[in-house]
Each structure stands twice: as structure tokens, then as C-alpha cells.
């Protein structure tokens, strides 16, 4: 089993800027990927970025060029800076992670949300 907890969600305005950090532990090593994801009010739950098992990164299109995904291996976590936050980044994000074997785990959900 792998846990995950995100931490890092918050209320920030327009154009500002968040860093959220997902934690995992327990059966790490059995992790072929490893990504956030999103779900806004009354909407589908929706990747956001993530790495793949051979380490590249994969991005949403509404999200590419103003977040970035990023690991510590040695902190077993994975982060996402957004940067020029807009109000339809609003959304509970989400740390989800796939094993080898196929088994997906996810974590609680961090809130994000952008409003003046």
C-alpha cells in the first residue's frame, strides 16, 4: 500500500503563486508513476501533470507553462509550483499515485482556491 498526503492548498488572488507537495510512503518502491490531478465544482476530476515511469513529465494544455511538477527522491515527495494562478484553477487537488501492478492509490485532496 502507498499513503499520500498533500499539503500546500490555500486562497491566493489572480496571478498569484502556490506550491503544493504530496508525501508518500509505505510501498514506494512499487510506484511506476506519480501525479496531481484536479476537480473543480460540478466538474470531472482531471490530470494536471504527472511523471511517467521513464521519469518524462506530462502536462495538462490549460496548465502547461504556468505549473511545474517536480520530485525529491530523497524526501519520497512529489510538488507542484503554479504560478499565474487564474480563477478557473480553483479545485480540491489531488496526489495520485499507480504501481507496477496497477493498483492506483490517492490521496485526500489539498484546496485550491483563486479569487480576489
Known amino acids: 500500500q502507498v499513503q499520500l498526503v498533500e499539503s500546500g492548498g490555500g486562497l491566493v488572488q489572480p496571478g498569484g503563486s502556490l506550491r503544493l507537495s504530496c508525501a508518500a510512503s509505505g510501498s514506494i518502491f512499487s510506484i511506476n508513476t506519480m501525479g496531481w490531478y484536479r476537480q473543480a465544482p460540478g466538474k470531472q476530476r482531471e490530470l494536471v501533470a504527472l511523471?511517467?515511469?521513464?521519469?518524462?513529465?506530462v502536462y495538462a494544455g490549460s496548465v502547461k507553462g504556468r505549473f511545474t511538477i517536480s520530485r525529491d527522491n530523497n524526501k519520497n515527495t512529489v510538488s507542484l509550483q503554479m504560478n499565474s494562478l487564474k480563477p478557473e484553477d480553483t479545485a480540491v487537488y489531488y496526489c495520485k499515485s499507480i504501481l507496477r501492478n496497477g493498483v492506483d492509490y490517492w490521496g485526500k485532496g489539498t484546496l485550491v482556491t483563486v479569487s480576489s
Open positions: 511523471f511517467t515511469s521513464g521519469g518524462s513529465t
